[in-house]
């Protein structure tokens, strides 16, 4: 790429060198506009007989194709990419969904000396119309040998970025105690309902019993006959491990125990179990506050019914300390 100085009349398709500004000091035209043949009678109208523009040399790319290729191979799913100022391409959500995220892959990628990505956090819910990435390039222009070595590896490795759908969630909960199944239900509803309602969900199928092993599978049993995207088990007692009542009742309906501890403050206690595809989720205090702990780290991926596996929970200690 070389810089050069033309005549107004002959700028038309160069990208600008440096922005144009008015006498009185307004910004006429950015930095790095592709100039139109009406941006031409408007610096002829300002009396500009000379401009200093960029040229593309052979082998270069300019910032917006650059960036549009990259946004074309980068992502998956319910999103679309609109381009921005500056050599930018935002990636936005088309509909509620839940944002995946390749991390070593976007590292590779931002270790790059032509385009980075920046992302929203794996797991994030995301409302339609939400930018959830963002590709920059370099200014002006990108050597088409390092762009296309880019997006060779998206295409062999990626996506980096998933929006994956979250339609027709249902959740259902289930409330345990020692005593008296009902008396979780009234110290936890109205928490379970706020957190529901930041993920635009309420809960559909509601149980409570109380906390002995029979008790609670026969409730799973039947929560799980409306094959929900997650069932909740809000518990006064706090669970010492999967061999506790929880976590046997978990096993007595056939449920595989995916991980216990999670590196998350709040929410270290986390049992997930799936049966077949549903997971059972048992946080045992995390229904006693609105603040965020580790249900709302897990929960959009649920609702997008992704499997959220045990590696994926070890991978949340990276930011876990929520409080």
């Known amino acids: 790429m070389r810089a050069q100085t033309v005549d107004v ?4 398709g160069r990208i600008l ?7 009185g000091g307004k910004k006429l035209l950015a930095k790095g506009h592709v100039i139109s043949d009406e941006d031409v009678r408007i610096l002829e109208s300002e009396g500009m007989d000379s401009i200093w523009v960029t040229v593309l040399e052979e082998g270069e790319v300019s910032e917006d194709d650059a960036v549009s290729a990259v946004a074309a191979e980068m992502g998956c799913g319910s999103l679309e990419t609109r381009l921005a100022a500056g050599g930018r391409a935002n990636l936005l959500a ?31 819910y995301a409302v339609a119309g939400q930018r959830i990435a963002t590709v920059k390039s370099a200014p002006f222009a990108v050597s088409k040998e390092q762009l296309e070595a880019v997006t060779n590896i998206l295409r062999e490795r990626g996506p980096i970025l998933q929006a994956r759908p979250v339609r027709v969630p249902t959740i259902g909960v289930l409330y345990t105690d ?4 009902e008396r979780a239900r009234q110290l936890f509803e109205n928490i379970m309902r706020q957190r529901l309602e930041r993920f635009g969900v309420n809960a559909n199928f509601v149980l409570a019993c109380t906390e002995d092993e029979n008790s609670v599978a026969r409730c799973l049993q039947h929560l799980l006959r409306s094959k929900p995207c997650a069932i909740l088990v809000a518990s006064t007692t706090a669970p010492a491990g999967p061999e506790d009542v929880i976590g046997q009742a978990m096993v007595h309906v056939g449920a595989q125990v995916e991980r216990f501890l999670a590196p998350v403050e709040p929410g270290n206690l986390l049992l997930l179990a799936y049966k077949d595809e549903a997971p059972i989720v048992s946080a045992p205090g995390c229904f006693r506050s609105a603040k965020p702990n580790v249900v709302d780290l897990i ?16 991978g949340l200690g990276h930011g876990g300390l929520l409080c």
Request: charged letters at 15%; a neutral charge; aromatic letters at 6%.
């Open 9 to 12: 009349k002959a700028s038309m």
């Open 17 to 23: 060198c440096c922005s144009v500004f008015r006498p």
């Open 94 to 124: 088309t509909e509620n969904s839940c944002v995946l995220v390749d991390d070593e892959l976007l590292k590779q990628i931002n270790c790059t000396a032509s385009v980075v990505i920046a992302t929203a956090q794996n797991f994030t």
């Open 178 to 181: 020692p005593i008296s199944g």
């Open 299 to 314: 929960l959009p991926p649920l609702l997008a019914r992704y499997r959220v596996n045990g590696w994926e929970i070890a």
